[in-house]
T-cell receptor, first 114, second 110 residues
Framework: DAGVIQSPRHEVTEMGQEVTLRCKPI?????LFWYRQTMMRGLELLIY????????DSGMPEDRFSAKMPNASFSTLKIQPSEPRDSAVYFC????????????FGPGTRLTVL | QQPVQSPQAVILREGEDAVINCSSSKALYSVHWYRQKHGEAPVFLMI?????EQKGHEKISASFNEKKQQSSLYLTASQLSYSGTYFCGTEGDAGNMLTFGGGTRLMVKP
């Protein structure tokens, strides 16, 4: 398997612009997670899905953040409008209970908001 | 609540041993250990389920003390490739949601 795929790998945008991050989980995995990593706050869980349904979005910082999973092989995390403090590395991860809930991380998207 | 990792950073010489601790304020179902190298994604090392089991992977092993709500990661005869930041992720019950600690930065020098 190709592993978790994320795009783009790097994104530079200006404050106020809309940003969309994309993730393709490992085929057959039931769970998908979105994390944000910064030096100050470490690795934070933003939201996770089970079978395409959002289960817990308590980590989503503000209404400017939204996430969707229209099917089992694709998810998006959208920030609208973006702000400089959103600059971070965003990781997507997927897991399956039959694999002991091990989470496999994608390579991440490094977002810079100017 | 976020588990607490200690130490925050450690520097070793090749061949030395290290222990990284992870403590939680709540009962745990499982503890997951990951290693992240600079500029890369976290990579899974091992998972420990409640029951006090110990696991090993080459010269890296871990224990889980359910009663004390803590886990320790043991690195034996460290190699340069062990350098990176180690994270523990804890699961309060079998719900798939992990809460990660702040990380322990490990540097192994020749």
């Amino acid at each position: 398997d190709a592993g978790v795929i994320q795009s783009p790998r790097h994104e530079v945008t200006e404050m106020g612009q809309e940003v969309t991050l994309r993730c393709k989980p490992i085929s057959g995995h039931d769970y998908l997670f979105w994390y944000r990593q910064t030096m100050m706050r470490g690795l934070e869980l933003l939201i996770y899905f089970n079978n395409n349904v959002p289960i817990d979005d308590s980590g989503m910082p503000e209404d400017r953040f939204s996430a969707k999973m229209p099917n089992a092989s694709f998810s998006t995390l959208k920030i609208q409008p973006s702000e400089p403090r959103d600059s971070a590395v965003y990781f997507c991860a997927s897991s399956a209970p039959r694999e002991g809930d091990t989470q496999y991380f994608g390579p991440g998207t490094r977002l810079t908001v100017l | 609540q976020q588990p607490v990792q200690s130490p925050q950073a450690v520097i070793l010489r090749e061949g030395e041993d290290a222990v990284i601790n992870c403590s939680s304020s709540k009962a745990l179902y499982s503890v997951h250990w990951y290693r992240q190298k600079h500029g890369e994604a976290p990579v899974f090392l091992m998972i420990l389920l409640k029951g006090g089991e110990q696991k090993g992977h080459e010269k890296i092993s871990a224990s889980f003390n359910e009663k004390k709500q803590q886990s320790s990661l043991y690195l034996t005869a460290s190699q340069l490739s062990y350098s990176g930041t180690y994270f523990c992720g804890t699961e309060g019950d079998a719900g798939n949601m992990l809460t990660f600690g702040g990380g322990t930065r490990l540097m192994v020098k020749p």
